[in-house]
């Protein structure tokens, strides 16, 4: 069955440097999507990308954050300048097609730890 | 986004049936319902979704109410494997999914 996959699985950083989390897409999917989930707390959307460019963002997604597609397979979040409350669990999700009527495929996540 | 409301914990044994209710007072006519859940250390996974009409795949079934202000996920027999935190989502016009505080199903050998 076809996943998402997401690297690394388990990042350790200090406050105030860059993480670059990674997620290889579904192969033929086209819809990319960013959560993250804070110990203890819900899953919470950060941001949307299709047809590189933002679709959708969340009051989350400050401009610490940057996603891309550099290569046209992995879909990077990056986290400028980290700080300690974005310790969390970040996953990616990916979707075949637009909609509401679709469903979404989630990664196994990233769990960054900011110290 | 239309609310759900979903009992915090839920308990089973196994083998048995599960019923999962959410109530969606507030959803519109164009609302889709949508079920992921997230076992254990993972990353949330899709169950099932419907919008008017009864659904069923090979995880489980939904039932939907015919004022569509209620549903029912329905495992016809749990596993230890299906103890996770049950989402009902409902969508409309957005890509995006909100998660709720969703049900706690615990499952007991």
């Known amino acids: 069955e076809p996943e998402v996959t997401q690297t690394p699985s388990h990042q350790v950083t200090q406050m105030g440097q860059e993480v670059i989390l990674r997620c290889v897409p579904i192969s033929n999917h086209l819809y990319f999507y960013w959560y993250r989930q804070i110990l203890g707390q819900k899953v919470e959307f950060l941001v949307s990308f299709y047809n590189n460019e933002i679709s959708e963002k969340s009051e989350i997604f400050d401009d610490q954050f940057s996603v891309e597609r550099p290569d046209g397979s992995n879909f990077t979040l990056k986290i400028r300048s980290t700080k300690l409350e974005d310790s969390a669990m970040y996953f990616c999700?990916?979707?075949?097609?637009?909609?509401?009527?679709?469903?979404?495929?989630f990664g196994q996540g990233t769990r960054l730890t900011v110290v | 986004d239309a609310k759900t409301t979903q009992p915090n914990s839920m308990e089973s044994n196994e083998e048995e049936p599960v019923h999962l209710p959410c109530n969606h007072s507030?959803?519109?006519?164009?609302?889709?319902i949508h079920w992921y859940r997230q076992l254990p250390s993972q990353g949330p996974e899709y169950v099932i979704h419907?919008?008017?009409s009864n659904v069923n795949n090979r995880m489980a079934s939904l039932a939907i109410a015919e004022d569509r202000k209620s549903s029912t996920l329905i495992l016809h027999r749990a596993t230890l494997r299906d103890a996770a935190v049950y989402y009902c989502i409902l969508k409309y016009n957005t890509d995006k999914l909100i998660f709720g505080t969703g049900t706690r199903l615990q499952v007991f050998p």
């Open positions: 507030t959803i519109s006519g164009t609302d889709y």
């Open positions: 999700a990916t979707r075949i097609l637009q909609g509401t009527n679709t469903e979404a495929f």
């Open positions: 419907g919008l008017t």
